[in-house]
């Protein structure tokens, strides 16, 4: 690697083998070096090229060696070289001897690169020699380069954020706020680093902030907390995501903390309304049923060892319907929303109060005192309420029926309480409205009946319990039958035959007659089938149809499936529907009445004359048949020439296109009458009593062509 072979005196055979054994050592030295090692002389010619030089600029030593060191410098270092050599040579200053800096070398293939150049002068015999170390430099600028991207970046990142970004020190003072910190905040990023976290945070929540850095400090994880922070003189929820920096050994230091903190306000605001709606009624803000019921189970389960009594008051506007249909929704809407705050005004700010339904509501009084105590707040809430109305509409009178049940007196379960109390409701607005009513042991009595009745008719509609029975229906012209309504019997096995009388308008009341309804249409068809399947001509049969049926928005549809079920014709049934059911939201029933009288539907208008109707939308009724009922038929006697109201039925009747039927037709007194009015068609004891299926069979088999 040297230019020459070094001169040397005549030295003796241990002085030359120690000297070779140097040169020898300082050979190995420049091989294994990793860093380039140029020498040069004082002209800047190179004298020394080691094999880590090569590598380094891309040349072998013997394409260098002998040349000037300019052609490894990049411009315009290489053309001044030569001049700093010269000033050095004459007494100048070398910054770069003995101290080192970062240098551009220039490769081989003219690739310009970064390198650090340590330089050292060294006097030897043939004169002075500046030896340089050369140390890559590429991928160390270029890790700084990365890191300042890096930087840069997440730079860039952190300003641009919406989210908020914050640091803290343990004492919780901020260290670092991004920019959308300091514009949530409101303040410069100078004025508010060094500020307490906690001055920017709700105070009933600066107790949750401090326990929750506190678990950070001991357990060096994840927190996230939320909490509210002051926003302009508003206040926000923040979700805040938070973690320590480093290791709880690095942290020992000195503890600090970054923040991720998403702004979560309508969120909020929307989780609680919903929480709101879910527990309130949006029309007056009072608690709901349910809300009311969970206030009342937990009032129980707390007082379960105490000596104190409450009050449970369930109250039921008066004819509200009434002003509803007269006044119009919206007045409607404002007697409820009055009557709300009159039973509040009449309460103290501890009892609970809640809208059950429509018009209906209940107040829990707890520590109520005395029955005394109880009948004076009810009877001031009484009074309020039959105090007048003045609605957008006009002013309304209405009273309230008022019923009250005590605890522990009447129960601790908060179920039977509610019941007890609107049974209590119900005999007070059977006493005659305006009334006040406490539960009592014959309500108890009357309670527990109606509880049995009803657990019997849904174990009657699940087991089969009912039975079919059919009352034929007669030409008066010529005696002939003509078809057969469908009546419903009940035979309990404890309490043996049920008169309809008794559960039919008490399932009307409860809910129940729909699945009624449906029960005896489904039976009626399977029975219409099985008879068709013996080969009978089955006439027409009527089978009624309760208010509750029009109430379900797919009426129609229903009837035809079930009779799609059976294969049975809509013209093999009549649909018997009483008066005020065909009044009843005249309109849409009016539709679906000419619905299913265009596909084949009888429909007649049962206990005509019993209810309050409208001639003129009696008129437009597209039914078949009009029944006069029974109690008109009763009046007939064997000496009656004349009935006023039964001739007129009849003659309206045919005036509108209808067959008149006349029902309970006791005697050949009644029927004769009835003839001679014409009267179409009866039914009745006198021609006969209603048929269980076998018999009805029987008459069916009688009544075929021979």
Known sequence: MYSDELGCKELDGLTRAQLQSRVSVQDALLAAAVDGIVAIDARGHVRLFNRAAEVLFGYAAAEVLGNNISMLMPQPHAALHDSYLQAYAGGGKAGIVGI??????????????????????????????????????????????????AEKRYRDIVESQTELIMRVDAQLRLTFCNPAMVLFLGESAEAMLGKSLLEFIHPDDRVIVKRQFEALFSEGLHQQLQIRMRCGGSERWIDWRVRALGTPLQLKEGWEFQGLGLDITEHVQAREQAEYLATHDPLTGLHNR????????????????????????????????????????????????????????????????????????????????????????????????????????????????????????????????????????????????????????????????????????????????FELYFQPKYRLDDGRLQGMEVLLRWFHPEWGAVSPARFIPFAEKHGLARGIGDWVLRQTCAQIRLWQAQGLTVPRLAVNLSAQHFECRDLHGQLRAILAEYGVRPAQLELEITEGTALGNTGAHLALLRQLRAEGFGLAIDDFGTGYSSLSYLTRLPATSLKIDRAFVSRIKADTRHDPVVEAVIVLGHSLGMEVVAEGVENAAQAEFLRSKGCDLVQGFHFSRPLNVAACTALLVEQAPR
């Open 100 to 149: 080192g800096r970062d240098v551009e070398g220039r490769r081989k293939n003219g690739e310009v690169f970064p390198m650090h150049l340590s330089v050292g002068v060294a006097e030897t015999e043939e004169g002075r020699l500046f030896v340089g170390i050369c140390h890559d430099l590429t991928s160390y600028k270029q890790a700084l380069l990365n890191l300042h991207h």
């Open 290 to 465: 349910a809300s009311f019921v969970e206030g009342l189970r937990l009032l129980l389960s707390n007082r379960r060892h105490e000596g104190r009594r409450s009050a449970l008051l369930h109250i039921n506007l008066d004819r509200f319907k009434l002003a509803n249909e007269a006044l119009g929704q919206l007045a409607g809407d404002q007697i409820l929303k009055m009557s709300a705050g009159r039973i509040r005004a009449s309460l103290s700010r501890h009892d609970l109060l809640a809208r059950l339904g429509a018009d209906q509501f209940a107040v829990l009084v707890d520590d109520i005192g005395s029955a005394k105590q109880a009948a004076a707040l009810a009877q001031r809430i009484l009074a309020r309420l039959s105090e007048p109305y003045a609605t957008a509409a006009g002013p309304f009178n209405l009273t309230a029926s008022l019923g009250v049940c005590l605890c522990p007196d009447d129960g601790r379960n908060h179920e039977q309480l509610l019941r007890k109390a609107e049974a209590a409701m119900h005999e007070a607005k059977a006493k005659g409205r305006n009334e006040l009513v406490f539960f009592s042991e014959q309500l108890q009595e009357q309670l527990r009946s109606a509880l049995e009745l009803e657990l019997g008719i849904r174990q009657a509609l699940a087991g089969d319990a």
